[in-house]
């Protein structure tokens, strides 16, 4: 069945981007494409110098809705997932049947690293592996960003597969091996070709179809999380028998929740949730196979199992009123009720979600077609934690791109200026969380004012981490730096704090520990009766205004402080996140953290700061000035504390604190399954009595095996190697016992019929010379290929 296919390309010169990918999907001649068959389009959208514009990437859409193209492959992508006219157009293409599979990007290890349009729900984000079934070091990570402040991300890369040295077509001829996630998504976009042409029923074929077959058939790698693999990696045959049998409807991705299951479902894992602690949230994404358009038929229902304690939870859903294009989200919200403050153990339930899609024909008595599916959700409960052992992570104040031009913490970084992977715990916060957690700490983000937080709990908040830093100048002009230090300076004015305009960065020592200042703040006030630590450290704003070097002695960085009212609690300033942040960090200072928790927590003063060298007196101010918002600035845009007004901003009034609708429990009592992942299948397909295609007999090419890979093949019907099904193994032992008599009956009728017989010797004949020598001149030569 021919398929269209397209290919968006970034044609530079010299490199065959774009003659590769569209090589690895249909080559005809050397090393062959996945869909030579296809017809191919190719939409060039950059120059020469590399440089392209929305509009031309949105004629490409157009032109590809007009020749009705079925696949399209984005070997390319970008962290602007608010560029609007952009996504809108990749919906239309998508509402428009157009399958697109789109490289998820080549920013890794990094998490939060998700290029647009593969962190779209209704596009396919393909990341990269090894041949050694490794993640990819430069295949980018989940989650996404678009849901931040007030929500969490959603599960991308959708699957993965081979990304790393890939063989494909040369520039001019022959084959070459090139690596990238731009590689390893023109691997899918060949597989969907393929696998689309052999669907005899053409309307079964759509973006969410799709999609549903290649994320249920994947196979999950082991040892690596969601964030990292999604669903598994690329299975085409699984694919193509889920496919020839899939009839439309609704799913889940991911199919369930186990907030118990390491290392897959990390971070969820990583943390047991608690009474009165914030909402832990799961954006599941709903994949609607019955059509471009959808809805959810009444509500959810949340059904907690009796007998596995699913009482002690309370579950809040929130989901899209209309499903399209064939995708929505349902975000589920899950907090521990009340009378399981103190109690541990494990707890299950499940919600019921009804999909309803319009028929596209008059054969449905109703109108509709409807698909119910179940989320079964499993969480880990522990009494709440000591108030000391609480951290909460303020997500609301944070201001990144998109929308707006903010850059990151750091004047060095010129080829990654801008500060884009979101600045949450589980993204490039992400080791600085594992720290806290091995620490024994609980870290709660906050996804709205701080006013919405309900600390009257006799075990509610204690410490609070607000990352600040002070990028304070940029060649170009910011609305703000790397942290918004006029708005920080208004938050610590009360205690007589404030960072100042200056700009530092250099190496130091601090309490036997290596550390980097990286385009950090100094202090400039700061109480008389508080502990500051100085430094000397070069000074970079001057070399970025006047490209003068200078070396600055008794920079003050840190400092501590004690309120002075009854049960009041301690402050601690330092001017540089960098060293707990991902993105750039040359020296972690996590060790700096835990002395600053302790100190906030318990009024421990770590003896190596309040006894060190380099304590100064606390500066009153008047040497440097307070940093000034700039004239003309447009931060009120994305300000959740600034609005709009002649002359300058004012204060926004504080918004309605977001206020969650707990399902009613619609108990049951029955035992749940106890292993979500297995439990859980796509229409629970028997992937064994489907047929596979009449193909030709093929032997691979051998190749040595590389270090640490595996010799066993993938074999169809759900069995892996290292893994032993217990279908094949009730199986095997029979077809032995019957094979193992068949061979003995045998050799019993050849000895019976060999005693049965007289004996007769065969007179030897004597071979003539002549005829040896002939045979021996028949031998073939080296380098001569006989014919048969």
């Known amino acids: ?43 060039r959208v950059f120059t020469n110098n590399q440089v392209s514009y929305t509009s031309w990437f949105l004629d490409a859409f157009n032109y590809a809705i007009l020749k009705k193209i079925d696949v399209l492959n984005l ?53 990269g592996i090894d041949f050694e079934d490794n993640i990819a070091r430069f295949s980018s990570r989940g989650m996404t960003t678009w849901e931040l402040p007030g929500g969490y991300g959603r599960v991308k890369p959708d699957i993965v597969t081979y990304g790393s040295g890939v063989r494909g077509s040369g520039l001019k001829e022959g084959c070459r091996s090139l690596s990238g996630t731009s590689v390893a998504s023109p691997v899918v976009a060949g597989a969907v070709t393929l696998l689309a042409s052999t669907v005899q029923n053409r309307e079964l074929v759509n973006p969410a179809s799709m999609k549903q077959a290649l994320i249920s058939s994947a196979r999950r790698l082991p040892g690596v999380n969601m964030f990292e693999q999604g669903h598994g990696k690329l299975d085409l045959i699984r694919a ?65 199992y009796l007998p596995q304690n699913g009482d002690h939870i309370d579950v809040a859903v929130s989901y899209s009123p209309v499903l399209w294009p064939w995708a929505g989200y349902l975000a589920v919200s899950i907090s521990v009720a009340k009378k399981a403050a103190s109690w541990e153990g494990v707890a299950q339930g499940h919600v019921m979600v009804t999909v309803a899609s319009p028929a596209e024909n008059d054969s449905d008595v109703s109108g509709e077609l409807t698909s119910t599916v179940k989320l079964p959700i499993k969480v880990k409960i522990v009494p709440t934690p000591p108030r000391s052992k609480r951290v909460l992570w303020d997500q609301y104040h944070n201001l990144r791109y998109p929308p707006g031009y903010f850059p990151r913490d750091n004047l060095r ?72 230090v006029p708005a920080l300076n208004e938050l610590i004015s009360v205690w007589g704090m404030a960072f100042s305009d200056g700009l530092y960065e250099g190496d130091f020592t601090l309490a036997d520990h290596d550390m980097y200042y990286a385009s950090g703040c100094s202090i400039a006030r700061f109480p008389e009766d508080g502990i500051v630590i100085a430094k000397n450290l070069k000074d970079q704003g001057l070399e970025v205004l006047k490209q003068e070097t200078a070396v600055v002695e008794g920079v003050p960085i840190l400092g501590l402080y004690q309120t002075p009212s009854d049960g009041g609690g301690r402050i601690a300033l330092y001017g540089d996140s960098n060293c707990i942040d991902d993105s750039h960090r040359q020296k972690d200072c996590f060790w700096l953290l835990d002395a600053l928790l302790q100190y906030t927590s318990y009024s421990m003063t770590p003896p190596s700061l309040s006894h060190s060298h380099s304590r100064v007196a606390p500066p009153t101010g008047v040497e440097h000035p307070l940093p000034q918002r700039l004239d003309g600035n447009h ?85 892996m190697p290292g893994r032993y099904n217990q279908e094949v193994g009730q199986t095997i032992p029979v ?54």
């Open 240 to 304: 193509y028998q889920i496919l020839n049998s899939y009839r439309p409807q609704a799913s889940l991705s991911p199919s369930y929740i186990d907030l118990t299951e390491c290392p897959y479902m990390w971070p969820y894992c990583s943390q047991p949730i608690y009474y009165g602690g914030m909402p832990t949230i799961v954006n599941v994404t709903i994949l609607n196979g019955m059509g471009v358009t959808g809805r959810i038929v009444d509500k959810p229902i949340w059904q907690p």
């Open 635 to 719: 931060l009120y845009r994305y300000s959740k504390v600034l609005e709009a007004h002649l002359g300058d901003p004012k204060p926004r009034p504080l918004p309605a604190c977001p206020h969650l609708s707990w399902a009613k429990p619609q108990p049951l009592n029955e035992t749940a399954p106890s292993n979500l992942w297995k439990h859980q299948k796509l229409l629970s397909v028997d992937l064994d009595k489907v047929a596979l295609p009449n193909v030709k007999s093929y032997r691979p090419q051998v190749r040595p095996l590389s270090p640490g890979e595996s010799g066993a093949w993938d074999i169809p019907g759900g069995i």
């Open 75 to 127: 070997s390319i992508g970008g962290p602007d997932f608010m560029d609007h006219p952009f996504v809108d157009k990749v919906w239309e293409l998508t509402a428009n049947k157009v399958i697109m599979v789109s490289a998820i990007g080549n920013d890794g290890p990094l998490y939060g690293t998700l290029n647009n349009p593969a962190d779209q729900m209704d596009v396919i984000g393909v990341g």
């Open 735 to 788: 077809f032995a016992f019957l094979g193992a008599m068949v061979v003995l009956s045998f050799f019993v009728v050849q000895l019976t019929k060999a005693k049965g017989k007289p004996k007769r010797r065969k007179p030897r004949i004597k071979r003539p010379t002549y005829l040896q020598q002939q045979t021996t001149a028949t031998t073939v030569a080296p380098g001569k290929t006989p014919t048969v």
């Open 413 to 484: 970084m010129k080829n990654d200026p801008l500060d884009w992977n979101g600045d949450h715990i589980h993204t490039n916060f992400r080791d600085m969380y594992q720290h806290l957690r091995s620490m024994g700490y609980f870290v709660e983000v906050l996804g709205a004012p701080i006013t919405c937080f309900d600390a009257s709990q006799p075990e509610e908040l204690k410490s609070s981490v607000s990352v600040t830093d002070g990028l304070c100048r940029q060649w170009w002009m910011p609305d703000t730096g790397g942290a918004n």
């Open 1 to 43: 069945w021919p398929f269209v296919t397209a290919d968006c390309c970034c044609c530079f010169p010299g490199l065959g981007h774009g003659t590769f990918v569209a090589g690895v999907i249909a080559s005809m001649r050397e090393c062959q494409g996945f869909a030579p068959d296809s017809e191919l389009h190719i939409f």
